[in-house]
């Protein structure tokens, strides 16, 4: 959930970066930067002088730097496309020589799903189980009816569904996160 934050504030300075490149384009063309500026041919600056006079080591670097981008470009691509990998079993750790216990994380699920649908002023409930079984997480999100008591239930949900989740896995340190929305607006938390 972090990523999709880093990927929009990334792809959002990219974005702004076109922008302005693509209005002083526009604005270099109405001689904004001076007379005669738009009708010189693009070509017919300092920089494509100085790469013309230095082509012999300039164009290799250029296509080194380029294979990098395209690399570092298909890595975050791959990162993006592939799916978080869900918890299957998911370990709760017990007491040493006493042997495994698991719990299934649909169970989890289910469960966490039930209680928190049952909750005064829910509307819909949806849980997501993740990450791997020694270090899983939890994605909550509900959505409130209109005319719910807000803090009531945001205090049921930290108390009493996230603490059972908790006490469940035997993690008290369990990171989830809650994103509790109204109607069309939402806002998250991390608990």
């Known amino acids: 959930m972090h990523a999709d934050r880093t990927n929009r ?22 001689n904004l930067f001076g007379a005669g500026f738009g009708d010189r041919s693009l070509l017919a600056n ?13 164009w290799p670097i250029a296509g ?19 799916p978080i990998p869900r918890a299957g079993d998911i370990d709760i ?5 006493t042997g495994r216990t698991g719990l ?17 002023g829910v509307e819909s ?22 005319d719910a008591d807000m803090a009531t239930l945001l205090h049921r949900l930290e108390t009493q569904a996230l603490a059972h989740a908790r006490q469940a896995l035997d993690a008290p340190d369990l990171r989830i996160r809650l994103d509790l929305s109204v109607g069309d607006s939402g806002k998250g938390r991390v608990a």
């Open 93 to 97: 750790h017990a007491a040493a020589g």
């Open 46 to 58: 300092p920089a494509a002088r100085y790469i013309g006079t230095h082509s012999n080591w300039f």
């Open 125 to 146: 409930t949806r849980v997501r189980v993740f990450g791997t079984a020694a270090d899983p997480r939890l994605a909550v999100f509900v959505r409130a009816e209109r």
């Open 64 to 82: 080194a730097v380029a294979l990098l981008l395209a690399l570092l470009s298909l890595r975050w691509l791959i990162a993006v496309l592939r």
């Open 9 to 30: 504030t990334l792809l959002t300075l990219f974005g702004l970066l076109l922008a302005v490149v693509g209005a002083a384009a526009i604005l270099a063309g109405t």
């Open 104 to 120: 299934d994380a649909t169970a989890l699920r289910d469960a966490l799903t039930t209680e928190v649908s049952g909750y005064r």
